[in-house]
């Protein structure tokens, strides 16, 4: 069974639409990430959470806001969705190891805003 | 600006035929340098984390190698299943707890048998 999982893996929406993306992990860390990927832009940070209580921005937050309802789960929601927004999203996760955090993604989910 | 580019953007191999790939980076202090391979329509995989310049990795076909500028990412004897886009991202020392990853736009990499 994959370690992170995210769901749905295809989506299709329409402007406007809230949507949200989940995901869960079985790896027991406590840090989890969202992640969107643009043909051309490379994977960029939408939000990260070192833990439950902790949630920060990334670098594209505008437009995205995220829930941490425990260790292993992490929601991703688009609250009007445009159509700029399409994209792949891949959640992620690491743990604290000290020297470099090497994260480990999830399947992916592709997003389609009409 | 902590940057990340890689090149070159696609190489097309002979089954067999070694090559390097290369990541150039600009980073506020390195904390890792993170190689992951990434499949069409799936979310990159772990390869390799190199922490300080001199350092070498290898897993089967792959090698790593790490300055104090760059990155190498060697590949000896490709097979048709090396084919993927391999991407390069690094982890600087950030003020608070960011943990960022600033990834490159990849290498899409094709062996033909």
């Known amino acids: 069974d994959a370690d992170v999982t995210q769901t749905p893996r295809n989506r299709i929406t329409k402007t406007g639409k809230r949507i949200m993306l989940e995901c869960s992990q079985t790896k027991g860390h406590d840090r989890m990430y969202w992640y969107r990927q643009d043909p051309g832009l490379g994977l960029r940070l939408i939000y990260y959470s070192f833990d439950v209580k902790d949630i920060n921005k990334g670098e594209i937050s505008d437009g995205y806001s995220v829930s941490r309802q425990a260790q292993a789960k992490f929601s991703l929601s688009l609250e009007s969705a445009i159509p700029n927004q399409t994209a792949l999203y891949f959640c992620?996760?690491?743990?604290?190891?000290?020297?470099?955090?090497?994260?480990?993604f999830g399947p992916g989910t592709r997003l389609l805003v009409l | 600006e902590d940057q990340v580019t890689q090149s070159p953007e696609a190489l097309r191999l002979q089954e067999g035929e070694s090559s390097s790939l290369n990541c150039s980076y600009t980073?506020?202090?390195?904390?890792?340098l993170f190689w992951y391979r990434q499949d069409p329509g799936k979310g990159p995989e772990f390869l390799f984390t190199l922490y300080s310049a001199g350092e070498e990795k290898e897993k089967e076909r792959l090698k790593a190698t790490l300055t104090k500028k760059e990155s190498f990412l060697h590949i000896t004897a490709p097979k048709p299943e090396d084919s993927a886009t391999y991407l390069c991202?690094?982890?600087?020392?950030?003020?608070?707890?960011?943990?960022?990853?600033?990834f490159g736009t990849g290498t899409l990499l094709a062996v033909q048998p």
């Open positions: 991202a690094v982890q600087g020392f950030y003020g608070g707890a960011t943990n960022k990853l600033i």
């Open positions: 992620a996760t690491s743990d604290n190891a000290g020297a470099g955090e090497t994260q480990y």
């Open positions: 980073v506020s202090g390195l904390r890792g």
